[in-house]
């Protein structure tokens, strides 16, 4: 009798437990959602509010660099130019920089205290907010680079990309404070792949008599190169999108010029200085750049994640 | 005989020793000037410290030479990372519930997986351009245009990926055994999360939250056509509806200034960002160091 009451309570309570289960799990699937939600949504939006201006200038829009608010008359081509440039040619400084400062903390030049502590300094770095960055890079990088660019035109001026006289502000600028940017990400990207290699390969190729940069050129390096193209990957995408430092370093003018020496625009700068106080085909022409940049980080995000699920380390 | 000894002038002892210091001035490069950006910043930042700048309103700028203080803006920052936090948090940590403990893999699931991947790399100023489309523009939020809480919904979005991977990821590691554990005794699924899992992955999800937030905190490009800026104190509650200070907006906005003095109160305002930013960061490292010894014992 006894035994059967407790069975019959516990029964009971299980019924309300039951539905708490429900709702407990059906709210954790509408949380989870959420992502996909914003996600969709930031699509959407960007997408519809840059309608009207797509339906006006069409395609047109990505290779004229006219952009006359008096006129009304748009063209992102400057910006589109510099958010590849800057990207592209910041990326092409810090892999090398990056991939070879992961292997000197991956390998035992130093001490592994040296080492590690040198890591997490770099770790560190990537958490310092992009607008410092952009403070320091006005009132220390560009004095300090002044009487070097002068070099460089005075010397390379016959090549295009620095066949003007330097400005203050230019695209060069912002490219080093991206390599500045970006070095961390990539350091530690490359560092996790390049640890990640098994020590019995290299101990393989030490044993058949390979030295150590043979070790790491014909071994080590190719068995992380997957995870090292996708931190890279990953790194052109922040590169493509930052926005707060490269404003305030790369002079904002939409004059469109081939060389690095003069003022530029990338996107995200466009989007920064402009958006506050553009109003009619002005703001649909801003959105209409946001979601060319949108898609160009899209498209770089997925091919990185589709390379990690295509070469991930398989040992 | 001779060939068992090292020979400084073999080919491949000569390349190495390229590479070697190759690497070593790589490093060098890569080190020095993040080294001395951290220690400007430091050095610049603290020695305009005062103990006026966290008390007063920053002057509008013009040729006088007093900047005042940073208090809006620091009170702003707090303000407008609070309200992230309180929409990314319950969000994140819920969604990263669902995907660890209830989806079995399927294509929900890698969906949704796949989708906090592409949130994260979408650009922070893309967050803020949708907020102004959504909540700006629209003046939906009772009839205020750029307001601190659409401001706190901008960072929201970035916060949200980082959340939702910490939890999902901090979930994954809690043993499976825990959770058989806890079902063969009869506790249903959600008492098994609320007592089992989430408490015993409670210290990976906490410290990957806190950098979310230490993350988000420094952010300007979303803040700079959502929340804006303002130079006066925040007064009361009803003051998150309108324009609101941050310091990385005023140190975007004071950096541009031609002035000293509103130069030297970015500055200051740096120091202070960048100082709490890198102690949160180091004191949740040496936290989860210290985790992991306690688990190995």
């Known amino acids: ?315 | 005989m001779n060939s068992l000894y090292y020979q400084k002038r073999l080919s491949r002892n000569i390349g190495d020793k390229f590479f070697t210091s190759l690497s070593v001035i790589c490093a060098l490069i890569a080190i020095l000037p993040l080294i001395f950006l951290v220690t400007y910043i430091l050095y610049k930042g603290g020695s305009q410290i005062t103990p006026e700048l966290f008390t007063l309103e920053p002057n509008p700028p013009g040729d006088d030479l007093d900047a005042g203080g940073i208090n809006p803006a620091l009170i702003g920052t707090l303000i407008i990372t609070t309200i992230a936090s309180i929409i990314a948090i319950p969000v994140g940590v819920g969604g990263g519930i669902y995907l660890a403990e209830y989806s079995k893999g399927g294509a929900f699931s890698r969906f949704i997986r796949f989708g906090v991947n592409v949130l994260a790399g979408v650009p922070s100023i893309i967050a803020g351009v949708f907020i102004y489309a959504l909540i700006v523009s629209t003046k939906i939020l009772f009839g205020s245009m750029y307001s601190g809480l659409a401001g706190g919904m901008a960072l929201s979005i970035l916060m949200l990926p980082t959340v939702i991977k910490t939890t999902d990821e901090g979930l994954k590691l809690v043993p499976n055994e825990l959770r058989y554990a806890s079902l063969g005794v009869g506790a249903s699924m959600y008492t098994t999360i609320l007592k089992v899992t989430l408490p015993s992955a409670f210290r990976s999800i906490a410290t990957g939250v806190v950098l979310g937030i230490a993350r988000a905190a420094g952010e300007t490009a979303p803040l700079i056509f959502t929340a804006l800026f303002s130079y006066y104190y925040i007064t009361g509650f009803g003051d998150l509806f309108y324009e609101m200070g941050s310091l990385a907006v005023l140190i975007y906005n004071f950096a541009l200034e031609p002035y000293d003095a509103q130069n030297k109160l970015a500055w200051a305002a740096s120091f202070i960002l960048v100082l709490s930013i890198l102690s949160v960061n180091i004191f949740s490292r040496i936290l989860a160091a210290f985790t992991e010894k306690t688990k190995r014992v």
């Not at chain 1, 770099?122 to 960055?133: D, G, K, T």
């Open chain 1, 1 to 315: 009798m006894e035994e059967k009451l407790t069975l019959f309570k516990n029964r009971k309570r299980f019924g309300i437990e039951k539905n708490i289960d429900i709702i407990f799990k059906n709210t954790a699937l509408v949380l989870s959602s959420f992502v996909a939600i914003i996600l969709l949504g930031i699509i959407l939006v960007v997408f519809f509010q840059s309608f009207e201006s797509f339906s006006r200038y069409g395609l047109k829009f990505l290779v004229t660099s006219e952009w006359n608010p008096v006129k009304d008359e748009y063209g992102a081509f400057t910006a589109i130019y510099g958010t590849l440039v800057t990207s592209f040619l910041s990326l092409l400084i810090t892999i090398p920089l990056g991939v070879g400062t992961a292997i000197f903390i991956t390998e035992d030049f130093v001490p592994k205290v040296v080492r590690e502590i040198i890591g997490s300094f770099v770790e560190l770095l990537a958490a310092i907010p992009s607008v410092v960055l952009g403070l320091w890079a006005i009132f220390v990088m560009e004095p300090f680079f002044r009487v070097f660019f002068v070099f460089l035109h005075n010397f390379f001026g016959w090549i295009p990309l620095f066949s003007t006289e330097p400005t203050g502000r230019n695209s060069l600028l912002a490219i080093l404070i991206l390599v500045v940017m970006l070095l961390p990400i990539v350091t530690s990207i490359a560092r996790d792949s390049l640890n990640q290699v098994p020590k019995k390969l290299r101990n393989a190729a030490y044993g058949i008599g390979a030295s150590r940069w043979k070790t790491i050129f014909s071994v080590i390096l190719p068995a992380a190169l997957s995870g090292i193209m996708a931190g890279v990957l990953l790194a052109l995408g922040r590169a493509m999108g930052e926005t707060m430092a490269v404003t305030m370093i790369i002079g904002n003018s939409n004059a469109f010029s081939w060389s690095l020496l003069s003022p530029g625009y990338t996107i995200s700068s466009m989007l920064a200085n402009q958006f506050g106080e553009a109003d009619g085909n002005q703001v649909s022409s801003l959105f209409y750049a946001a979601f060319v940049l949108m898609i160009l980080s899209l498209i770089v995000n997925i091919f990185a994640q589709w390379l990690v699920k295509k070469f991930s380390l398989k040992y």
